[in-house]
């Protein structure tokens, strides 16, 4: 009884198996038609709209534009960013300098009162 149960659990695995693959070719078989169609649909010139694949052209371009003057912005804002930090650790360095020779002259001055 068990083995006949195995075996037909093994043979509708089997069929599943079988059955899934034709669904996965069918799926990009109907992938491949809908790109054709939509190709074929939208791709080329339209007859009804003559200057419509120019205007396309000419957005693109302009998005085209729009995205890498943002990107540079982008940069240009964290280069700034960076500037303002470092010009701030310069002056923090600038002042504990400013106090390390403050503290080595007053030692100088000190030594010669005594």
Known sequence: MFRVATIVIRDLKTMQESDL?????????LKRE???LYHN????????FPRDDELELAY???LHKSD???TDLSRESQAVGLLISATK???QCNAAMEEA???STYGEL???YQ
């Open 21 to 29: 693959l034709a669904r996965q070719i069918q799926l990009e078989s």
């Open 34 to 36: 809908l790109d054709r």
């Open 41 to 48: 649909t939208f791709d080329g010139p339209t007859d009804d």
């Open 60 to 62: 693109e371009d302009a």
């Open 68 to 70: 890498k003057i943002n």
């Open 89 to 91: 650790l310069m002056e």
């Open 101 to 103: 020779l403050q503290f």
């Open 110 to 112: 000190t030594a010669s």
